[in-house]
């Protein structure tokens, strides 16, 4: 299983990026596929979850900012970011946890600025 993050850019206080994932297999049955990030200097840390059932699940540093979801028919998965702040700078990973083994993504660049 090979994903692919894209979308990561630079951006302004308060601006917005998607990020998107797309995964070489279908993720229609998904247990669960995740977004996480690293900040510089700090260690990974998850910040959303989209189960199988269609429940989300946010960390509460991006709780009401971000939203995660999917779309089965493109094999990909999304990570909304609004009002983005100088704290969500790092590098995002996608992953599909429920996976044995798990899968993760190369990573894509965030940075906020001002």
């Known amino acids: 299983v090979q994903l692919q993050a894209s979308g990561g850019g630079l951006v302004q206080i308060g601006g917005s990026l998607r990020l998107s994932c797309v995964c070489s297999?279908?993720?229609?049955?998904?247990?669960?596929l995740a977004w996480s990030r690293q900040a510089p200097g700090r260690q990974r840390e998850w910040i959303a979850t989209l189960s199988g059932s269609g429940k989300t699940l946010y960390a509460d540093s991006v709780k009401g900012r971000f939203t995660i979801s999917k779309d089965n028919m493109k094999n990909t998965w999304y990570l909304q970011m609004d009002d983005l702040r100088p704290e969500d700078t790092g590098v995002y990973y996608c992953?599909?946890?429920?996976?044995?083994?798990?899968?993760w993504g190369q990573g894509t660049l965030v940075t906020v600025s001002s």
């Open positions: 992953s599909w946890p429920g996976r044995s083994p798990p899968a």
């Open positions: 297999i279908s993720i229609a049955n998904a247990a669960n």
